[in-house]
């Protein structure tokens, strides 16, 4: 049957503007899903990314600055240089990049240790034989930190006290000491080696606020350091002696602080037992080196190592820099 010409087809044009309309709707809810799917998947792991790239990134530089602090003697005048990345990255378009800082604060009360040693010497001169107590008393004291404040990830702030690198987080987990511990004990055939660091920091605090790599220099203000041996060469008084043998006779190394539990399970896994849980390690008052002589005291603010008696030592090293930040 043949439509007349002026027949209107209205079924059409409303099937036409649903179809529009259902369009649209479907449309908007693909970018709904999408929008959705970004907001609740990509910004979270590509923030996570970041600030787990900070965070290692971070830890990295700062034990490469940790490691430079116990190369070979330093003396005073020579500078110390680390470049720290600061800053999380953003989630572009949606954030910017968030500061993160670096401090140096040499305040006693973040921080502060002493370290007193006395070793007695059988030395031979060019007028005889003689003999000779070296005593040595370092103070110690501050803190370099780094902080950032992250949403994704748990929140490591790095931390070096007396040259020793901790890792503290945010989460009331047990803080770490990565090290090196600045105390170092081995026992060899026919007597003991004994070598110790002490890292102190003085002048202003300095905080370095940033989304970019900071350049942080360390001025070495005071460099006192010593390279013992039986056989070895050591100047008293102008005159050249040779060290024929030496002997600890007391030592006493007492660190105060937040982090005294951590100085604790470092000592103690590093000189009696690296398989006994955190808990029962910070627990102990007291305790031995095993095989060593020295005995060591905690609590939850103070962390101490001691000697007293006559250990024969077959070495003995020492170097304390006092630096400032620049």
Excluded at 74 to 87: C, E, K, Q, W
Excluded at 90 to 108: K, M, R
Excluded at 229 to 254: A, C, E, H, K, P
């Amino acid at each position: 049957m043949k439509k007349s010409r002026f027949f209107s087809n209205s079924f059409n044009k409303e099937d036409k503007g649903v179809a529009e309309v259902i369009g649209a709707i479907l449309l908007f809810a693909v970018l709904i899903t999408l929008f959705t799917s970004f907001m609740v998947w990509y910004i979270p792991a590509q923030t996570t990314a970041n600030e787990t790239h900070y965070e290692t990134q971070n830890k990295a530089a700062i034990g490469s600055l940790v490691s430079d602090l116990h190369s070979t003697p330093m003396p005073a005048g020579s500078t110390i240089s680390a470049s720290v990345p600061l800053g999380i990255s953003g989630v572009s378009i949606f954030s910017q990049a968030v500061d993160t800082q670096f401090s140096i604060l040499p305040q006693v009360s973040s921080f502060n240790a002493s370290l007193s040693v006395s070793l007695f010497m059988n030395l031979t001169g060019s007028t005889g034989n003689t003999t000779h107590y070296l005593n040595l008393s370092y103070d110690i004291a501050g803190v370099m930190e780094t902080s950032g404040n992250t949403q994704y990830v748990t929140a490591i702030n790095y931390v070096v006290e007396d040259g020793s690198l901790l890792q503290a987080y945010s989460n009331g987990q047990p803080s770490d000491n990565l090290g090196p511990l600045p105390l170092g004990m081995t026992g060899l055939s026919g007597g003991h080696s004994l070598s110790l660091s002490a890292v102190s920091l003085t002048g202003s605090s300095e905080i370095f606020s940033s989304t970019s790599s900071q350049v942080i220099n360390l001025l070495v203000n005071k460099s006192t350091s010593y390279n013992l041996f039986n056989g070895s060469s050591i100047t008293f008084s102008g005159l050249s002696y040779t060290v024929d043998n030496m002997s600890l006779r007391s030592l006493n190394y007492t660190f105060n602080g937040t982090m005294a539990r951590a100085w604790n399970y470092a000592f103690y896994s590093q000189y009696n037992s690296s398989r006994t849980p955190y808990s029962s390690i910070v627990s102990l008052h007291t305790w031995n080196f095993a095989g060593e002589p020295l005995v060591a005291t905690a609590n939850s603010s103070t962390f101490s190592v001691t000697y007293g008696g006559k250990l024969p030592l077959n070495s003995f090293s020492s170097q304390y820099l006092v630096c400032q930040g620049d």
